[in-house]
């Protein structure tokens, strides 16, 4: 089974981190198996200053969409807590359902907790994903993340 593990950066008072394919076959939370030699299926996480910013990269599907859900939450939930944080989808190849939960589970978070989540860049097959479910109206869109 494969499940992400973090690790970490710091530099400058920017912190960032790379969450990453790892080997845990205990964990019941995460099934299948992905590969991550090319760095093509991974999830990075850069704050600066009162922004996060949360990219995923390659596919988003069930078993990846619980690495994102967690991503997402610890993001919004860091300390100091962020004003804004931006789900930056532009390295997204492809979401079902499961990613679209991801982020609808974030923003409840992020509004009641008074904090703003965007998502920056997503590409054509996202963007129709949100009006299939009538959810494009819920999300702030920009055309790119703050940095």
């Known amino acids: 089974m494969a ?12 912190r960032c981190r790379v969450l990453r394919w790892a080997d845990r076959r205990e964990d019941p939370r995460v099934q299948g198996h992905h590969e991550d030699e ?9 704050a600066r200053g009162s922004v996060t ?5 390659g596919e988003m599907d069930l078993v990846r969409a619980t ?9 919004l939930t860091a300390e100091p807590r ?3 944080v ?7 190849s492809f979401c079902d359902s499961s990613g679209l939960n991801a982020l609808l589970t974030a923003r409840t978070l992020a509004a009641r907790a008074g904090q703003d989540l965007r998502l920056a860049g997503p590409r054509r097959q996202f963007l129709r994903l ?3 479910t009538n959810a494009s ?5 920009d055309p790119a993340p703050p940095f």
């Open 82 to 84: 962020p004003a804004r």
């Open 3 to 14: 499940t992400p593990a973090a690790a970490g950066v710091a530099r400058a008072g920017i």
């Open 130 to 132: 949100l009006e299939m």
């Open 53 to 57: 910013v949360v990219r995923p990269y």
């Open 67 to 75: 690495a994102f859900r967690q991503a997402l939450h610890d993001a």
């Open 86 to 92: 931006v789900a930056d989808l532009r390295h997204l």
């Open 38 to 46: 090319d760095g093509s299926e991974r999830i990075e996480v850069d």
């Open 137 to 141: 109206a819920l999300f702030t869109i």
